[in-house]
């Protein structure tokens, strides 16, 4: 069973920082690219960056570029997200995501770690 | 980057109904030389994650009931339930990934009348 499972998530402060980590399993992690996408409270969704398979090319949304480092390790079957400067406007549940078979839809998603940003 | 605008933001309808929901993109997502759509559909239930529905503008997902179907090309696509379920209660949302700065539309909550 293709299984994505999220860590990490917590309260910090305004400027502080984060790692979200995913463990994947049940399928073969390296071949495929990964994604993290968030949901703020009551909110939609807002696909925020992208890993290819191998990890040579990345890519963010503008409200996180220089502030957030998406990663995987290919051994561990994992993928992380370092989240630094973090903001209020940062609050949300952060979903990693795996891409489909026949294309770049979100195909499978993990259950989501909820970041709070306050003082 | 692409902009995905949803019609109508919420929709209230009776069991049985057909429901329509509408998303379109601020430039076309499909591909001219190979005729592929790079839209994809998604259910998300209260206190869970987004689920997968159709992909490919009407490609169903494996285990995705058939009352659900895609269609639509370039800029404007739709969702289509055929006959409502109390089950299809959710905030459904349209998603390009023709571009790789992937967006989502803003959601679609569907409601039992």
């Known amino acids: 069973e293709v299984q994505l499972v999220e860590s990490g998530g917590g309260l910090v402060q305004p400027g502080g920082s984060l790692r979200l980590s995913c463990a994947a399993s049940?399928?073969?992690?390296?071949?495929?690219?990964m994604n993290w996408v968030r949901q703020a409270p009551g909110k939609g969704l807002e696909w925020i960056s992208y890993i290819k398979s191998s990890g040579s090319d990345t890519y963010y949304v503008d409200s996180v570029k220089g502030r957030f480092t998406i990663s995987r390790d290919n051994v561990k079957n994992s993928l992380y997200l370092q989240m630094n400067s973090l903001r209020v406007e940062d609050t949300a549940v952060y979903y990693c995501?795996?891409?489909?078979?026949?294309?770049?839809?979100?195909?499978?998603w993990g259950q989501g770690t909820l970041v709070t940003v306050s003082s | 980057d692409i902009v995905m605008t949803q019609s109508p933001d919420s929709l209230a309808l009776s069991l049985g109904e057909r429901a329509t929901i509408n998303c379109k993109s601020s430039q076309s997502v499909s591909s001219r030389s190979n005729k592929k759509n790079f839209l994809a559909w998604y259910q998300q239930k209260p206190g869970q994650p987004p689920k997968l529905l159709i992909y490919?503008?009407?490609a169903r997902e494996s285990g995705v009931p058939d009352r659900f179907s895609g269609s639509g090309s370039g800029t404007d696509f739709t969702l289509t339930i055929s006959s409502l379920q109390a089950e299809d209660v959710a905030v459904y949302y349209c998603?390009?990934?023709?571009?790789?700065?992937?967006?989502f539309g803003q959601g679609t909550k569907l409601e039992i009348k």
């Open positions: 490919g503008a009407s």
């Open positions: 995501v795996k891409e489909g078979q026949y294309g770049s839809y979100s195909a499978v």
């Open positions: 049940g399928f073969t992690f390296s071949i495929y690219n």
């Open positions: 998603q390009q990934y023709y571009s790789t700065l992937y967006t």
